[in-house]
């Protein structure tokens, strides 16, 4: 992968920081806390809160999530080797120019990450149909607010991807 510029860099601290020896040792050191930063700077206000995270976080004591969590940022920026288990899908992702089948892609307009200007070359990955937004953030729930949004993206990309529904729970969209 080549080197982002400066601009990007910087929304991706977090990916340098963890190449570094000290970097990981405080990701070791504090991996609910450098958890919590993340859902803080990624997650629209209101997405979350503390009690949802604090169940979450119970997954950052898996003896393996630092070194899995490391690993996977380091090896897309060649700081370490991939995994051996799973090089031949890494040379096959490398050998794949664009994808064929259709596909909608959703950025969101106030994504601290990965901004709409980070996203110029997405449609030339796909040879495929696709479609495309630039969304605003919206807060995930199970509101028929949010199913109703739902459903209009889906029939705003093509009347061919159909509406989420029913609910489970009670058989209604």
Known sequence: MPTPPF???QRQWYHWFMAT???AQAVRDDRTGFAHIHWENWAPPGWFDEATFQRVARA????DWVDVTLHSYRARWDEAEPDPRSQWLEDKVKATATLSLPAIYIQGSVDGVNPPSASKAVPG??????RSSNSPAWVISRSARTRTR???ISSSFSPAIPPTCPTPSTGAC
Request: glycine share 10%.
């Open 7 to 9: 601009a990007q860099a």
């Open 21 to 23: 020896a000290r970097g």
């Open 60 to 63: 950052f004591d898996n003896p």
């Open 150 to 152: 739902s459903r209009a």
């Open 125 to 130: 990955k796909f040879a495929g149909p696709l």
